[in-house]
């Protein structure tokens, strides 16, 4: 038996240990970022395994199998569940130092009662318990969430897609409410893939032909009205960069036309495009009053290899060291001076660019919304210990963290949410060392209620999805 995950887990001193117990730990949750699958919601999937609640689909836990040294079959391929979650348990013990060994003790103990450390020797016992509990009515995928004090979850959804599955998760949103995050990358990237046959799978789902750049638009802004009423509020965008471009409709449509025509453009004209389409889009947002989100700084696909035989998404990626600040404040400000700026989130990949990120989201603050412009939380490569740490202090020293609108799960896992129990203990260890330290007043009552408003208060009020 192992004491691990006990009961003050990261708290390492009485005061951060009051925090964490009298003001954090029963918050309910605001899950505004996930990558879970709206149709597995929807018809509240049962899982035949843990091995598919828990291993298919995380890249996380790949990226780590791989680096041990697991054949891919073991990973990706054809081998059996069992075999699958055995060498998982096997490289568990060599994640030590890595946030995976957190979360995954964790997520056993909170989900399924395992006080163990997952090992290759405890491996079959310890899939066939955890398979076990997942066969019972109480744990299939919606139950799942609502189990957490999850109250709002928010999908990621491409316009291409159907939103059948979103009208039917509004029939029953008495304990979760779930929404669509508008997320139009492919609508946006006409080079390096098939943009032509994404634009016909749109044109489909919009039942009208896109033909031209204004046919998009038209297109683009139906969908963005199609999210509205089903509760979309948020839209998300996953760039490597802003680029450090203007906006131009006439090249945009040039452009266009020459990529629907079979032509390659160049990385200038597939720059303009991206940031014409990123400001009518904007624009609408600010129209709708949604929140836009743009998770920068990710370089993808790195091992072509993979890519061909697996896709994308597939656990080989890597923070980038692209050149951010410049083509952000430039679209920041362009929208601002036409006073179209929406609620802003934006997440970092590279550590050493999160006080530039901090100090450009305070320019453009403004009344009546506190922390209309937020710094958001660690995201990826930097969701873990010092990554956590490192973005509140942070947006603490050039910015508001009592403002802060919290954690988010990022996750493909419906077992990921002790992710928010995890980021709320590292919240109070660090005001409760402030605390004793006298960095911070003692009074838990005022730094109490800062850790609600970071935990729930703050999500339920910038969002306003009711």
């Known amino acids: 038996m192992s004491n691990f995950i006990h009961e003050h887990f990261m708290l390492s001193g009485e005061t951060s240990r009051k925090l964490y117990h009298d003001y954090a730990e029963h918050m309910p949750i605001i899950d505004y970022h996930n990558h879970l699958l709206p149709e597995q919601l929807a018809n509240n999937h049962r899982f035949k395994d843990i091995t598919e609640a828990w291993l298919s689909g995380d890249h996380y836990k790949w990226r780590a199998m791989r680096a041990d040294g697991v054949d891919e079959k073991y990973i990706t391929g054809d081998s059996t569940p069992l075999e699958k979650f055995t060498k998982w348990s096997q490289t568990v013990p060599y994640t030590l130092g890595n946030p995976l060994y957190h979360w995954t003790h964790l997520e056993l103990k909170r989900y399924f009662q395992v006080d163990e450390l997952l090992d290759g020797s405890n491996a079959e016992k310890i899939f066939n318990h955890c398979t076990e509990l997942l066969q019972q009515e109480g744990n299939r995928a919606r139950n799942l969430v609502v189990n957490k004090n999850v109250k709002v979850l928010c999908t990621t959804d491409d316009p291409a897609d159907a939103l059948n599955f979103h009208f039917q998760l509004r029939e029953n949103q008495d304990q979760l409410?779930?929404?669509?995050?508008?997320?139009?990358?492919?609508?946006?990237?006409?080079?390096?893939?098939?943009?032509?046959?994404?634009?016909?799978?749109?044109s489909a789902q919009c039942d009208q032909h896109i033909a031209t750049f204004q046919d998009l638009l038209d297109a683009a802004s139906k969908r963005i009205e199609d999210f509205h009423e089903i509760g979309g509020r948020l839209s998300d965008h996953g760039l490597t960069y802003i680029p450090d471009?203007?906006?131009?409709?006439?090249?945009s449509a040039r452009t266009f036309d020459k990529v629907m025509s079979g032509n390659e453009v160049s990385k200038n004209e597939a720059e303009v495009f991206l940031v014409t389409m990123l400001f009518h889009l904007c624009r609408w947002y600010a129209d709708n009053g949604w929140t836009q989100q743009f998770h920068l700084g990710a370089i993808r696909n790195n091992n072509s290899r993979l890519l061909n035989e697996l896709g994308a998404d597939v656990g080989v990626d890597s923070m980038g060291d692209f050149p951010q600040i410049q083509g952000l404040s430039r679209f920041l400000d362009n929208l601002n001076l036409k006073k179209k700026l929406a609620?802003?989130?934006?997440?970092?990949?590279?550590?050493?660019?999160?006080?530039?990120?901090?100090?450009?989201?305070?320019?453009?603050?403004?009344?009546?919304?506190?922390?209309?412009?937020?710094?958001?939380?660690?995201?990826?490569?930097?969701?873990?210990?010092?990554?956590?740490?490192?973005?509140?202090?942070?947006?603490?020293n050039y910015g508001l963290l009592s403002r802060f609108v919290g954690m988010l799960t990022d996750s493909r896992s419906f077992l990921s949410f002790p992710r928010h129990e995890y980021f709320r203990r590292i919240l109070c260890d660090e005001l409760?060392?402030?605390?004793?330290?006298?960095?911070?007043?003692?009074?838990?009552?005022?730094?109490?209620?800062?850790?609600?408003?970071?935990?729930?208060?703050?999500?339920?009020?910038?969002f306003n999805f009711d």
């Open 177 to 202: 409410k779930v929404f669509p995050t508008f997320r139009p990358d492919k609508m946006c990237t006409v080079k390096g893939w098939d943009y032509p046959a994404y634009i016909e799978k749109l």
């Open 245 to 251: 471009v203007e906006p131009n409709d006439t090249d």
């Open 343 to 396: 609620k802003t989130i934006i997440y970092n990949n590279n550590p050493n660019d999160n006080a530039a990120f901090a100090t450009m989201m305070a320019n453009f603050n403004e009344h009546p919304t506190p922390g209309k412009m937020q710094f958001g939380a660690s995201w990826w490569f930097l969701d873990q210990y010092h990554g956590i740490v490192a973005q509140m202090q942070d947006l603490s």
């Open 432 to 462: 409760g060392k402030d605390v004793e330290a006298g960095r911070l007043p003692s009074d838990l009552d005022l730094v109490g209620s800062m850790i609600k408003d970071i935990c729930y208060n703050n999500a339920k009020n910038y």
